[in-house]
């Protein structure tokens, strides 16, 4: 058994996410956690909602709440719709807790002692009309590299470059959108990241085999434009104190203390239960440790550069990413999902419109893995119509009732199997082996193609055997087909699994299954298409999945807005 230790980009707290967000990283990492479980491996998967910087004391303002308050509602809002949309985290926390301060803290000292932290006298931009110091990600303009003119003052989320926020052009505060700006002289603390470069890039270097292209080849842009003095303090109330003297009124900028909060995330964890947690077996030394994250493609440079340098720094062995599955954008009718205009799905709306395992499979099918995909309702109802309808939930309603009413509600016993059997089963196996070495490698488009072409052979396999048919002359052999059906359907159950949670419970109840602990480890067709013996009850029960039809597709596109 292998220890696989696994974290999404930590979602940011003042706002709830859309499908985009869902598929970027937050999805595919509980898909991932749920295949390793079903292995029989031990999995840590952590996850929580990152909660410092000004989008918290913006957002707390606006709705007049405390901003401890105002993290804490969002918080318990972001848990809700996880939890409705089956994300198994192990631990679901916060960036804000003791426990991560006192880990930021101590990275934070082993770093200074170290000789990686500088203090810099440096212009900052300064909004007079908000009477503040504008963080980076508050001030917008045009990006000096590809001219994109929504650029922020951290990262252009076009080309991904890092910037300063005073090489922006016409630049503008984000709060009130003031123009009203001067730049002034306040002092701050950097990570020395030029000092680490050469240890950094050989350590990058030995993730070429392995990281996706979009990650490994947004590291090496870095690498190869050259590292920069990263500030880490930020002239903020909220946020962790600085503990240095004459730090008093600064806080650690929110990119340093958040990634440190996969640490502190699984202290807390870890804190819920000393006796039977611990988190240092997983962070510390942990030789036996897999670490897999998952992120958007916007992410990917703080987490293959900074996070790991910043780790690097300390001169202890801290586990550092093995394998990180960077993802790229999900767009909504071909443009931008928001809020404020109203234009996109999100995921508490989603979730009130269909059942979680309708999102789960197109968004999976569909990941933006290589490249950008587009969410349609168009797109999504004919995937819901033809593959879970028409495909699964057919095979499944179809078997079950032809042998309730052809032979009785319980496995049939007599008949033995062909040729034809031992043909399917070849022919699963392959598939069968190919969806989990995707799962495995985490190309999950690839991983639904083979999922679905694994219930296409079922329905192949009953429309060429015609057991409706044999039974009026081979009763014997009609029951054998309809046996190897009702096997298909939990071999169905189990491989959907880590995609469709709640379907796979609801097809292993209607077996009289639903306690069964399922399992991929050495998953053998031959021998589960024999597991559900002969007498085992089953019930028909409701339909699985149902229609979505054209009407109710136009409903939701006026709804939710064309995206155009």
Not at 243 to 248: H, L
Not at 252 to 259: L, M, S
Request: proline content about 5%; some cysteine.
């Amino acid at each position: 058994m292998s220890r696989i230790l696994i974290t999404s980009a930590l979602p940011y707290v003042n706002g709830i996410p859309h499908l985009g967000h869902m598929v970027g990283c937050l999805l595919p990492s509980d898909v991932y956690a749920r295949y390793q479980r079903m292995l029989g491996n031990e999995v840590l998967y952590i996850c929580g909602t990152d909660e410092h910087g000004t989008p918290s004391e913006v957002g707390a303002a606006k709705e007049n709440l405390p901003v401890e308050d105002y993290c804490t509602k969002y918080h318990n809002r972001h848990k809700d719709v996880y939890h409705k949309f089956n994300l198994s985290f192990d631990f679901f926390g916060r960036t804000s807790t003791p426990q991560n301060e006192e880990i930021v803290n101590h990275i934070f000292a082993q770093l200074d002692k170290n000789g990686f932290i500088e203090e810099k006298i440096i212009k900052q931009v300064f909004s007079i009309d908000d009477n503040r110091f504008l963080p980076d990600r508050y001030i917008t303009g045009t990006c000096p590299h590809c001219g994109y003119d929504k650029a922020r003052g951290d990262q252009c989320e076009n080309c991904t470059r890092v910037l300063e926020p005073t090489e922006l052009i016409n630049p503008r505060s984000t709060i009130s959108g003031s123009t009203n700006l001067e730049v002034r002289e306040t002092k701050h603390l950097f990570l020395n990241l030029p000092k680490l470069e050469s240890e950094l890039a050989e350590w990058v270097k030995t993730k070429e085999p392995y990281w996706p292209d979009v990650a490994y080849s947004i590291a090496q842009k870095w690498l190869k434009e050259g590292l920069q003095e990263r500030c880490i303090t930020r002239d903020l109330k909220w946020g962790f104190p600085v503990p240095r003297a004459g730090y008093e009124d600064k806080v650690f900028y929110v990119w340093f203390d958040a990634p440190i909060g996969y640490i502190g995330i699984s202290k807390q964890w870890a804190d819920e239960k000393p006796q039977e947690r611990d988190w240092k077996s997983w962070w510390l030394d942990a030789k036996d440790v897999y670490y897999v994250q998952f992120m958007g493609k916007d992410n990917v440079p703080f987490h293959s550069i900074s996070f790991p340098a910043t780790l690097l720094g300390t001169r202890e062995n801290w586990t550092k990413v093995d394998y990180l599955k960077g993802m790229s954008y999900l767009t909504f009718e071909g443009g931008k999902f928001s809020k404020s205009e109203h234009r996109g799905i999100f995921a508490e709306d989603a979730i009130e419109e269909f059942p979680a395992d309708y999102w789960r499979y197109w968004l999976m099918s569909n990941a933006p893995e290589a490249s950008d995909s587009s969410f349609s309702f168009d797109g999504f109802a004919g995937v819901v119509n033809k593959d879970l309808n028409g495909v699964l939930g057919n095979f499944v309603s179809r078997v079950l009732k032809m042998t309730a009413s052809k032979i009785g509600s319980e496995v049939p016993a007599s008949g033995e199997m062909t040729a034809q059997e031992q043909e399917l089963i070849t022919t699963l196996q392959e598939k069968v082996d190919n969806y989990l070495k995707y799962l495995k490698d985490m190309e999950f488009r690839k991983a639904l193609n083979e999922l679905r072409a694994i219930w296409v052979d079922g329905n192949n396999y009953i429309s060429a055997t015609e057991p409706w048919t044999v039974i009026k002359e081979n009763p014997d052999r009609a029951a054998a087909i309809l046996r190897v059906c009702i096997n298909l359907i939990r071999i169905f159950a189990i491989l959907c699994a880590p995609i469709m949670p709640d379907t796979s419970t609801a097809i292993l109840a209607k077996l009289g299954r639903a306690d069964e602990n399922i399992s991929l480890k050495e998953f053998s067709v031959a021998k589960e298409i024999e597991a559900l013996q002969p007498g085992q009850k089953f019930e028909v029960g409701e339909a699985l999945f149902e229609r979505i039809t054209p009407e109710k597709v136009e409903d939701l596109k006026v709804k939710y807005g064309s995206g155009k």
